[in-house]
């Protein structure tokens, strides 16, 4: 699964399969923690996550959901990724 971006200690990954991911989607890996996040709009979709992180994570969706939805289309295209910035 391809890594985008990495953050505080969050990693997030983009991939997808034709018969399986069919929602635009990102997943999000903090210590033991793993979840995945709708794009639009960004919102926790499976898994958990610490409430701080959990934050983190959405608000750095919110800023980057255009970023997102292209690799989404990208990852579906099966093209190569583009990196997108973490939080400062």
Avoid: C
């Avoid at 983009?14 to 635009?24: A, N």
């Avoid at 033991?32 to 794009?39: G, K, N, Q, R, Y």
């Amino acid at each position: 699964m391809p890594e985008i971006s990495r953050f505080y200690g969050i990693i997030v990954r983009v991939f997808y399969e034709t018969t399986r991911h069919q929602l635009p989607h990102f997943h999000a890996a903090y210590g033991d923690h793993l979840a995945s996040f709708t794009i639009d709009p960004p919102a926790l979709l499976a898994g958990s996550m610490p409430r701080k992180q959990l934050h983190l994570i959405l608000a750095w969706a919110e800023l980057h959901q255009d970023d997102l939805l292209a690799n989404w289309e990208r990852a579906r295209d099966q093209l190569p990724l583009h990196k997108i910035p973490g939080l400062p």
